[in-house]
């Protein structure tokens, strides 16, 4: 499991360290690691440019800066910030950096020389104490690149919100190189992209306990899914009550369906309508058709109004199983459920959703969040980059996938996430690891089942049992 930790438990680690340490100790040790990579990344001729802002991180860029110089690199120091971490500058000008200021205004021509010129460029405008966005008179900073610059972020692209939720102008990077902890910008789409390659320079500050962000990964699958035992039977694995599909949308019951039961789970019970259960049948004779004992539900994906049994979907509501609510089941909530309850919206729903309760927020992570907590439920909120965001109350991190391919982006492919997730949540996982694990089976799946090619939502389902055996 990759973790990032809140940028002020990062902060209260390096101090703990610090302690331990003489005065500059720690900024030396991300400078040599921080100029070890941007040596093993420039030319025998590099021509570097420094950016140094005026806080820690321009302090680490400008010591790095002269250990490049002292290795014979090419070194040139723009001093973009208002003021500059002293010390450092003293320690790249005695090793033959050439200091440009450009503090302000419109770039003096010797640093858009230096700049046409450098084949690595090295981001020390600032770090983990920065408000996002950038300075305005560096907002046109790449404009003056050479094309084929390489790009190394220090600590994190300067301009990036570094707890990751806000989106704001920032330095794209080739590379990111930080400091023992990752932060949440490093997993975070505000960040993410930005970011480049993430590399890690351990400077010795041990993790902190909590993280604020984690990331699965196959291990984390292998470590976690539920296999079953010798003593099994298909109850004590798990059954899957599902509710999904309308006259108008069947195909998205056989889709949520076909993934459930090849993902893996004791049985599955649909009820839909005639038409919908006619066709699910027809292609997944597994299932059983009707009500009877589950140990939690999946409903919505493929509605067209409540799933056509309102009394049936209250009772659920009231029940204490757990429950998955995709697409059309989205709206059924208004207030907490005393069961653990995932939310799967896709960036419009979660707007829709967070309008129709009335909240300030409607977006990313403070969307999930505010609908987390209104309603006491996990919000799974998918994209690109899908994130579950628990309620504030249970304290846990915010999860945060990669996985899938963009050839993901195609009808029925929620449909599919939904039963695999559904599927995991009836094998007996929280509906967090049910949501990540379901999350990196669709994109392991969606690889199978074409790899780096269009997928079919029903074959990305098809190929669920394929890609749990890759993970075991
Ligand atoms: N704290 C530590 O123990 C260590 C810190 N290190 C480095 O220090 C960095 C943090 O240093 P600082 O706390 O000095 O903070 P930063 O260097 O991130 O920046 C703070 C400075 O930038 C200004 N600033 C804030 N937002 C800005 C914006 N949007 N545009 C332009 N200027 C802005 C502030 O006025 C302040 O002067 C880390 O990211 C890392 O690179 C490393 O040296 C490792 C050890
Ligand atoms: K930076």
């Not at 040790?29 to 070890?36: D, I, K, N, P, Q």
């Not at 003293?90 to 010797?110: C, D, L, M, N, Y």
């Not at 794209?172 to 023992?180: G, K, L, P």
């Not at 049985?267 to 140990?295: F, H, K, N």
């Given at each position: 499991?990759?973790?990032?930790?809140?940028?002020?438990?990062?902060?209260?680690?390096?101090?703990?360290?610090?302690?331990?340490?003489?005065?500059?100790?720690?900024?030396?040790?991300?400078?040599?690691?921080?100029?070890?990579?941007?040596?093993?990344?420039?030319?025998?001729?590099?021509?570097?440019?420094?950016?140094?802002?005026?806080?820690?991180?321009?302090?680490?860029?400008?010591?790095?800066?002269?250990?490049?110089?002292?290795?014979?690199?090419?070194?040139?120091?723009?001093?973009?910030?208002?003021?500059?971490?002293?010390?450092?500058?003293?320690?790249?000008?005695?090793?033959?950096?050439?200091?440009?200021?450009?503090?302000?205004?419109?770039?003096?021509?010797?640093?858009?020389?230096?700049?046409?010129?450098?084949?690595?460029?090295?981001?020390?405008?600032?770090?983990?104490?920065?408000?996002?966005?950038?300075?305005?008179?560096?907002?046109?900073?790449?404009?003056?690149?050479?094309?084929?610059?390489?790009?190394?972020?220090?600590?994190?692209?300067?301009?990036?919100?570094?707890?990751?939720?806000?989106?704001?102008?920032?330095?794209?990077?080739?590379?990111?190189?930080?400091?023992?902890?990752?932060?949440?910008?490093?997993?975070?789409?505000?960040?993410?992209?930005?970011?480049?390659?993430?590399?890690?320079?351990?400077?010795?500050?041990?993790?902190?306990?909590?993280?604020?962000?984690?990331?699965?990964?196959?291990?984390?699958?292998?470590?976690?899914?539920?296999?079953?035992?010798?003593?099994?039977?298909?109850?004590?694995?798990?059954?899957?009550?599902?509710?999904?599909?309308?006259?108008?949308?069947?195909?998205?019951?056989?889709?949520?369906?076909?993934?459930?039961?090849?993902?893996?789970?004791?049985?599955?019970?649909?009820?839909?309508?005639?038409?919908a259960t006619d066709l699910v049948l027809g292609s997944v004779p597994e299932i059983?058709?009707?009500?009877?004992?589950?140990?939690?539900?999946?409903?919505?994906?493929?509605?067209?109004?409540?799933?056509?049994?309102?009394?049936?979907?209250?009772?659920?509501?009231?029940?204490?199983?757990?429950?998955?609510?995709?697409?059309?089941?989205?709206?059924?909530?208004?207030?907490?459920?005393?069961?653990?309850?995932?939310?799967?919206?896709?960036?419009?729903?979660?707007?829709?959703?967070?309008?129709?309760?009335?909240?300030?927020?409607?977006?990313?992570?403070?969307?999930?969040?505010?609908?987390?907590?209104?309603?006491?439920?996990?919000?799974?909120?998918?994209?690109?980059?899908?994130?579950?965001?628990?309620?504030?109350?249970?304290?846990?991190?915010?999860?945060?996938?990669?996985?899938?391919?963009?050839?993901?982006?195609?009808?029925?492919?929620?449909?599919?996430?939904?039963?695999?997730?559904?599927?995991?949540?009836?094998?007996?996982?929280?509906?967090?690891?049910?949501?990540?694990?379901?999350?990196?089976?669709?994109?392991?799946?969606?690889?199978?089942?074409?790899?780096g090619g269009p997928v079919r939502a029903l074959d990305v389902a098809r190929?669920?049992?394929?890609?749990?055996?890759?993970?075991?």
């Amino acid at each position: 499991m990759i973790r990032a930790f809140s940028i002020d438990d990062v902060r209260a680690a390096e101090e703990a360290v610090k302690r331990e340490l003489e005065p500059g100790e720690l900024m030396q040790r991300a400078a040599l690691g921080l100029a070890e990579v941007a040596r093993a990344r420039s030319d025998e001729d590099g021509r570097v440019v420094v950016l140094a802002g005026s806080g820690d991180n321009g302090g680490d860029a400008l010591y790095a800066a002269a250990h490049l110089a002292r290795l014979d690199l090419n070194v040139v120091a723009l001093l973009v910030g208002s003021r500059t971490h002293e010390e450092a500058l003293a320690a790249a000008t005695a090793e033959g950096v050439v200091p440009i200021e450009w503090r302000s205004g419109k770039v003096p021509a010797a640093a858009a020389e230096a700049l046409a010129e450098a084949n690595l460029v090295i981001d020390g405008i600032v770090g983990i104490g920065a408000s996002p966005g950038l300075p305005k008179h560096l907002e046109n900073l790449p404009d003056l690149f050479a094309n084929d610059a390489y790009v190394i972020a220090v600590d994190l692209p300067s301009g990036v919100d570094p707890s990751g939720v806000v989106a704001a102008d920032c330095l794209y990077a080739d590379e990111t190189v930080t400091f023992s902890l990752l932060k949440p910008c490093h997993l975070l789409p505000a960040g993410e992209a930005a970011c480049g390659q993430l590399t890690v320079v351990d400077i010795g500050v041990p993790e902190p306990d909590s993280p604020a962000v984690v990331r699965y990964e196959a291990s984390d699958a292998t470590r976690l899914w539920p296999t079953p035992g010798a003593f099994d039977d298909k109850y004590s694995r798990g059954v899957l009550g599902v509710m999904t599909g309308s006259e108008s949308y069947p195909g998205a019951a056989v889709l949520g369906v076909t993934a459930a039961v090849t993902t893996g789970v004791g049985m599955v019970r649909y009820i839909g309508p005639r038409r919908a259960t006619d066709l699910v049948l027809g292609s997944v004779p597994e299932i059983v058709s009707g009500p009877g004992r589950v140990q939690a539900w999946l409903l919505g994906s493929g509605w067209d109004g409540h799933g056509g049994a309102p009394e049936l979907v209250d009772e659920l509501l009231d029940d204490i199983l757990p429950i998955v609510l995709d697409a059309g089941a989205l709206d059924l909530l208004d207030e907490p459920r005393s069961a653990p309850t995932l939310l799967t919206p896709h960036a419009g729903e979660l707007k829709r959703l967070a309008q129709r309760l009335g909240l300030e927020h409607t977006q990313g992570v403070p969307g999930a969040r505010v609908v987390a907590d209104a309603l006491g439920a996990h919000v799974l909120l998918k994209g690109a980059t899908t994130l579950i965001v628990p309620p504030s109350s249970t304290r846990g991190p915010l999860v945060s996938q990669t996985d899938g391919p963009a050839w993901l982006a195609t009808a029925g492919s929620g449909d599919v996430l939904a039963g695999m997730i559904g599927a995991l949540v009836a094998s007996g996982l929280g509906v967090t690891e049910a949501g990540a694990l379901g999350v990196l089976l669709h994109g392991r799946a969606a690889h199978l089942a074409n790899p780096g090619g269009p997928v079919r939502a029903l074959d990305v389902a098809r190929c669920a049992g394929r890609a749990v055996a890759e993970f075991l």
